[in-house]
């Protein structure tokens, strides 16, 4: 059972930077794309970001985040990173990891202006 774990989620003023990170573990080989979502109250989710397995300089980004956010994924290709530059407040959600079928429990940010 893959299992994702995230984590790096705080309470930011506004231009502030993040970097959330994502952990993988129940499996080996990371051939699979990871991706960032996030959920606002009373909203949708929204795609944010994804990097691919095997080419891991392949990304793709949300429109709303293009420009800010970087995605990347390290060697083992176990864990991916969302650093997150210049947030504003319409950036406040729960930021969730996710790969294949599997999602993480989620992680807060809040940005104040």
């Known amino acids: 059972q893959v299992q994702l774990v995230e984590s790096g989620g705080g309470s930011v003023q506004a231009g502030s930077s993040l970097t959330l990170t994502c952990t993988a573990s129940g499996r080996t080989a990371g051939s699979y794309t990871m991706a960032w979502y996030r959920q606002a109250p009373g909203k949708e989710r929204e795609f944010v970001a994804a990097?691919?397995?095997?080419?891991?300089?392949?990304?793709e980004y949300g429109d709303s985040v293009k420009g800010r956010f970087t995605i990347s994924r390290d060697n083992t290709g176990m864990t991916a990173y969302l650093q997150m530059n210049s947030l504003k407040p319409d950036d406040t959600a729960i930021y969730y990891c996710s790969e294949n079928t599997y999602w993480g429990q989620g992680t807060q940010v809040t940005v104040s202006s």
């Open positions: 990097v691919q397995g095997r080419r891991r300089n392949v990304t």
